[in-house]
């Protein structure tokens, strides 16, 4: 029986589906390892809830977020992502200034400071 790559791609879905599992709350990342003298090489995937390192430019991943949610008729999903996206595209200028301000703050070790700005970009995102 042929399949084509929708097919298969649902069922892995409704395979992962059954985990406890928030696409928003995370993203899958990858770390490549070569050895030193360049004979191995190790790529792992995982999934990771970090959202220290979590940009504006995001706002694509978002969007691809969105239209999986919209697809899959998750109507609570999409309404968050949306909000999520405008949010974020509202902010555009704010975000970026108050990023370029904590890297400041924290190289000449400001931590009062690097603390304030770093909760002002978690209500911003």
Do not use: C
């Amino acid at each position: 029986m042929k399949r084509n790559y929708n097919d298969v791609f649902r069922f892995i879905d409704e395979m992962f589906g059954q985990f406890d599992f928030n696409p928003t709350g995370g993203e899958w990342k990858t770390q490549t390892k070569t050895s030193s003298d360049g004979t191995s090489k190790i790529t792992t995937h995982y999934w990771s809830n970090d959202k220290s390192d979590s940009k504006i430019e995001n706002v694509e991943k978002l969007k691809s977020q969105l239209e999986y949610a919209i697809e899959n008729e998750d109507f609570e999903l999409a309404v968050a992502l949306r909000d999520k996206i405008k949010g974020l595209d509202t902010n555009r200028e704010l975000i970026t200034k108050l990023e370029l301000e904590l890297k400041q703050s924290i190289q000449e070790q400001n931590f009062e400071r690097s603390i304030e700005v770093r909760d002002q970009l978690r209500k911003l995102k």
